[in-house]
């Protein structure tokens, strides 16, 4: 059976960093923001893949429910990952990188994604694996955990843990 695993997540919330290390255990796909299967053709793809949608992706809602059902046509058994990380961090990250202009507007959309996410999910009848940022940046028995269920090799890489360069922002 071909795998492919579906990364998810809120803006910030770590999908570029789960997919690179799902890439660096020799799963097929881009940790990018542009992505070659970006057109969603996965009856030319290898038989195992890693796909990446953070939510909203590029200002737009990724259109969950028919990536899976192009993936499952395509012959792919799926395994939904979805990042998240706390919130304040998360909200912060989102703010600094532009994909929103207030604190208060980054913990609208972020709610506004979890909910979406778990909504399209349930449609197709996935139950997605959630993956914790700090969790995956900072345990390494985690990771190795995660790949072992997976059924990956561990990746050989370094993990950033980017909350350090909030750690000292006051936060309301």
Not at 76 to 94: C, G, H, M, N, P
Request: aromatic share 12%; glycine share 4%; charged share 25%.
């Amino acid at each position: 059976m071909k795998r492919a695993f579906y990364v998810l997540g809120p803006e910030s919330s770590g999908t570029r960093m789960l997919t690179t290390a799902l890439t660096r255990a020799g799963v097929y796909g881009e940790g990018y923001h542009v992505q070659a299967m970006d057109n969603l053709d996965f009856t030319v793809t290898p038989d195992t893949i890693v796909y990446r949608n953070s939510v909203p992706h590029a200002r737009l809602m990724p259109q969950i429910v028919f990536t899976c059902e192009k993936m499952r046509l395509a012959g792919y058994d799926i395994t939904a990952l979805v990042t998240d990380r706390e919130d304040k961090f998360l909200e912060l990250s989102q703010v600094k990188r532009l994909h929103q202009p207030t604190v208060a507007d980054a913990r609208n959309s972020i709610a506004w994604a979890r909910d979406y996410i778990d909504e399209q999910l349930k449609i197709v009848g996935i139950i997605p694996i959630l993956v914790q940022y700090e969790d995956f940046v900072g345990d390494a028995d985690y990771r190795k955990s995660l790949f072992e269920k997976l059924d990956l090799s561990e990746p050989a890489m370094q993990f950033y843990d980017a909350n350090a360069a909030y750690q000292r922002v006051v936060y309301e």
